[in-house]
RNA sequence: GCCCGGAUGGUGGAAUUGGUAGACACGCAGGUCUCAGAAGCCUGUGCCUAAAAGCAUGACGGUUCGAGUCCGUCUCCGGGCACCA
């Protein structure tokens, strides 16, 4: 392929001389069924936002795009692809102020990032370019929505979430500062929304489970581990205590409420209850108040119920509650407890009641000593220490019938006596909570999903059998509407055009505004819409819809789009079955630490629903996870704008290059560290392209003489030419690029002593830089006379009798001090070497005149004498 | 509070996993080339020293012939979780 004919290394012309011969070329397209071994690099895909590129972009892509270049090299069917993660607040945001719709600006985005991505050289196939806004991506977003909805794994219920009146507004927890709007203090409320909600707590033992077998950093696994928040405990009935005047059944309430069931991880010290916490929004809270705390306990609901989250949670305000005039009786020594309404006890965990055991739990104790309540004492510490609480080992004591047991022993104990009187039973509690899956918004997927009557919903199961097994149902003012999915024939499901993106004045989502899309004639087998407006078109199918107007949230698109990459123009399903099979899942996935939970965390609970539904063949995405360290600025903070310390990879390539870029943000350090920018550095990286340049082609641009067709190297320099193969071969392969570089750079400097270089030596050395420096590699490929792309030349290998030296260094310790070293043949004698050091003038005088005690040999390193 | 990760020259970072601490760069100093500059090239550069010696991997202890690396205690920085019973 021709090169340009620049003189000197000007890579403003070289870089994209040799990017519109890539792309002209497709030079790096996949091949789906190849016969090679395959290689699946990924990246996580970029949020195209309107401020382009950030440098942390590149510097992940650069490491993946290396090993996508050194792999294909290796002989590896490379698939490395990226697209578009393009739904989402930014763009809709935008399409609110302007009137304009949020594709557009969305494309405008997308154009740019396009731009910058192509001039940073990623060898990627972009003939698979995915865009989660295209409808014929969503499609298949839709689809999977349709399978987790088949599946029982979606429904719909009601949800608290943060209402602005005045804003006519739902608003996010971020959004509410001291429990008024971030945007003109107005107040804000708790309101119950409709949504919808996926169950990802079905996968919970899974998701913990899968954990084990693949290869991720430590910490992103024991964070998802903390978020799905397994414990193990018991379920433990009190019976209501009634002989106190006060009886539920007489109270108008539901007469079965005689039981209050809690959820304890330390069953072994139920001894030690001496009173009971319910939740504030606990069900039971009215029918267990007495008349005479009612006033109260009503005010105490209304005040927790206006705490945000954060006010709830901190730990530096006391505790709170109120009394409820209940009792109830502990099961295994009939002791009368009072139950207490506070908020430190959560609704959405376990049961939402606790039995309260002050003498052995930090927050149980805080509220005892604030409301005077017994605090006993029923493990006896390990170390015979008598403070409280006391959370440590020990054996149980005040325990009739368990004391002397270890807390282990009586927690099963106590639980099997429970379970054969029928008032408790062993259970696992999970933190996680089901996923919270709709917005409120026009800039996302649609549901397909359609609200019909229960007349219309029967019609629809007596021609429909892809409905699940429970209809998903939803009552409002009165009436039970059922959740109808669309027939697949009828996905995509496309967003309407509106009039306006703000959200509705009722919370729903400007969707709920497009009457002629939102309230339909459906066919429910074929799945086709005409407008209510319009006569009902004739045919026994056609049924009175209403759409939902929710949208899905970012993380839909983004859940699957590794698999799209591996078949992206299919139109019959996600991917083609010989796709999937071929390819499997990336073999390695980078991107940053902050997706450590919600994205890597909701992309396994797809997969292994469509693994459970036969569509993938691994129960896992993602087998090898590596996060880059992000890069800080050069004042060593974090970027950002306010404080006028970006880098715009643009400004960089503009006046060094990209493969300066490259190389530079390689070298920074190693690429899991966080790290601080420093312009000035990306100057070394820079000479030593030069260098190469000047090694290669002389000033007017025509190969530098020194460069022979014959000859060799002198064994020096062709020792570092072998270990430079070894070396950066297994750097590539560890990610470990900064170590690589600093080898090519040595390489380089010896190159640059020899008084002549042969030519085969100099092209060995291209293939190895071509990873790293592409552009600049392929261009003094041509140069050196090299038809065809460096890009598809194999890597070159080395020769391990070629790493071995003549002589090998032995250090001279005296007491385990250095005090010199010989120069030896590998194969000498431990005698003789300790003759050598004797003799040795540094040596003699730490020596002389004592006695040694003892000689530490290591062979093939040191020798150390102790006197 | 709990769980992770980190701390090495003026700077970014290396260090065969217990065996020469500071590779490779940046910066700085001196030299060379040049009318001059830029770019190259050469030399030096942890600290303290005239030198020898000594001192040096956040701090203090320990194990070892030998510790940046292993163990204990602590300090500071970064990330995550946070009343989950």
Sequence with gaps: MSATNCKEYEFLKIEPHWQGIWEKTRAFRAENGSSKPKYYVLDMFPYPSGAGLHIGHPEGYTATDILARYKRARGFNVLHPIGWDAFGLPAEQHAVKTGTHPAANTQNNITNFRRQIK??????????????????????????????????????????????????TVLANEEIVDGKSEVGGFPVERRNLRQWVLRITAYAEQLLDGLKHIDWPDSTKRMQEAWIGRSEGAEVVFKIDCGSGFAPDQSGINPDLQDLKIFTTRPDTLFGCTYMVIAPEHPLVPALT?????????AYRKKAARKSDLERTDLAKDKSGVFSGSYAINPVNGARVPIWIAD???M??????????????????????????????????????????????????????YDGLTWPEAKKKITAALAAKGIGKGTINYKIRDWLFSRQRYWGEPFPIVWVSEANYRLAVAKRRDLPAQPVTFAENGVTLFALPLPDAALPLTLPDVQSYLPSGNGESPLANETSWLEIWLDVVSGAAVPASAPKPAGENWIRARRETNTMPQWAGSCWYYLRFMDPQNADAIAGPAALKYWVGPDLYVGGAEHSVLHLLYARFWHKVLFDLGVVAEPEPFQKLFHQGIILGEDGVKMSKSRGNVVNPDDIIAAYGTDSLRLYLMFLGPLEAMKPWNTKNIEGVHRFLKKIWRECLDAEGAVNPRISDGGALSPEAEKVLHETIKKVGEDTEALKFNTAISQMMILGNALQKEPAVPRAVMLDFLRILAPYAPHLAEELWARLGQTGSVAVSAWPTYDAAKLLSNTITIVIQVNGKHRGDVEVEPGVTEDVLKCMAEQHPKVGSYLAGKPIKRTIYVKGRLINFLV
């Excluded at 940073?120 to 995915?130: A, M, N």
């Excluded at 007495?290 to 009503?298: G, M, Q």
């Excluded at 149980?364 to 959370?391: C, H, N, W």
Aim: charged share 25%.
């Design 344 to 346: 430190y006890v959560l």
């Design 348 to 401: 959405g965990y376990g049961t939402g009641a606790i039995m309260a055991v002050p003498g052995h739990d930090e927050r149980d104790y805080e509220f005892a000593k604030q409301f005077d309540l017994p605090i006993p004492r029923v493990i006896a510490a390990a170390d015979g220490s008598d403070t409280l609480p006391y959370m440590g080992d020990g054996t149980l004591i005040n325990s009739p019938g």
């Design 119 to 168: 001039s940073l050289g990623f060898s990627y196939d972009w003939d698979r370019e995915v865009d989660t806004t295209d409808p014929k991506y969503f499609r298949w977003t839709q689809w999977i929505f349709l399978q987790l909805f088949k599946r029982g794994l979606a429904y719909v219920d009601e949800r608290p979430v943060w209402w602005c009146p005045e804003l006519r």
């Design 290 to 298: 007495k008349p005479e705390f009612n006033a109260a306990v009503e």
